[in-house]
């Protein structure tokens, strides 16, 4: 199978060209301007997600496409906006679909995407949705919750923390609860959808088998880099969330009022999509502790 991927050379993208390439796939990947290495089996083209006319030649002869990006904090000033990325780039990778004739699609949307939802992440992503559900395309829609791996942005952002002081404050009480998934799982359920038609016209939930709060969290993490439990001073939400609101378009303050919102509201599921991927997902703690100890 030839399949076209926007977003394949980032974080995840990484991980499900390595499967793919596994299965024996042809892969065409999307760049928008960064270097790539050449790989056999992979070809490359460089365009703008958001511009179909930059891509479209390459779609044409593939058989499926899949959309992986994604982004979890805007830059209005570099062009980088949860408007343009995730619903401006799915209407274009559709609609360069439905010119090209490539029936196939498979989209990343992210755990806790619905119609009420509250954070402007969630309701682009439910935007988007949107637009493949309307499409008329063979879609599959995937809704991972926290993705873990050798290069992830969030574990290894914490364990630098506490490589540096066995101090990691909480926004509140830190009891809300996330459930994160290996970046191989990921991938694996992607690759595995491409071979059951099962799945068209389904959404999934996709989550790991530990559900750990925050606290718990960073407990794991430390336990990985071979330390104690970090001191967790618990800092009242009161006061954090109008001050988080006044830096939040500072690039370097760590968190914004979205992301805070979606911690809050915590990142679960009940895990049925293994009813259909019957595989067991990489523990938490047995992942991370194969790349934070090197």
């Known amino acids: 199978m030839k399949i076209f991927i926007a977003g394949g050379t980032g974080f995840v993208g990484g991980h499900l060209t390595a499967e793919l390439l596994k299965r024996g796939h042809e892969l065409v990947l999307l760049s928008h301007g960064r270097s790539v290495s050449q790989q056999a089996g992979v070809s490359f083209v460089q365009g703008d997600v958001t511009d179909q006319e930059s891509y479209l030649p390459a779609v044409k002869g593939c058989d499926a496409m899949v959309n992986l990006v994604g982004i979890i904090r805007e830059f209005p000033a570099r062009g980088i906006t949860f408007e343009r990325l995730h619903v401006e780039a799915t209407a274009n990778m559709v609609a360069a679909a439905q010119r090209s004739g490539v029936l196939r699609y498979l989209q990343m949307s992210a755990l806790g995407t619905r119609l009420d939802a509250v954070s402007a992440y969630h309701q682009t992503k439910w935007r988007g949705e949107e637009l493949v559900r309307g499409s008329g395309l063979a879609w599959t829609i995937f809704r991972p919750s926290l993705i873990f791996g050798p290069e992830d942005a969030f574990v290894n952002m914490?364990?630098?923390?506490?490589?540096?002081?066995?101090?990691?404050?909480?926004?509140?009480?830190?009891?809300?609860?996330?459930?994160?998934?290996?970046?191989?799982?990921?991938?694996?359920?992607?690759?595995?959808?491409?071979?059951?038609?099962?799945?068209?016209?389904?959404?999934?939930?996709?989550?790991?088998?530990?559900?750990?709060?925050?606290?718990?969290?960073?407990?794991?993490?430390?336990?990985?880099?071979?330390?104690?439990?970090?001191?967790?001073?618990?800092?009242?939400?009161?006061?954090?969330?109008?001050?988080?609101?006044?830096?939040?378009?500072?690039?370097?303050?760590?968190?914004?009022?979205?992301?805070?919102?979606?911690?809050?509201?915590?990142?679960?599921?009940?895990?049925?999509?293994?009813?259909?991927?019957?595989?067991?997902?990489?523990?938490?703690?047995?992942?991370?502790?194969?790349?934070?100890?090197?």
């Open 158 to 294: 914490l364990a630098a923390n506490l490589r540096l002081a066995p101090i990691m404050p909480t926004m509140g009480d830190g009891t809300y609860r996330l459930q994160p998934i290996h970046a191989d799982d990921v991938a694996r359920c992607y690759a595995d959808a491409l071979e059951k038609p099962e799945t068209v016209g389904q959404v999934y939930e996709l989550c790991g088998q530990d559900r750990l709060t925050y606290r718990e969290l960073l407990d794991v993490i430390a336990e990985a880099l071979g330390k104690g439990h970090p001191w967790k001073p618990a800092l009242p939400l009161a006061v954090m969330q109008p001050i988080i609101k006044i830096l939040q378009g500072i690039s370097a303050f760590p968190i914004t009022s979205d992301q805070l919102q979606m911690l809050l509201e915590e990142n679960i599921c009940n895990g049925s999509w293994r009813e259909t991927f019957p595989f067991e997902p990489i523990r938490f703690q047995e992942g991370i502790r194969a790349y934070l100890a090197a």
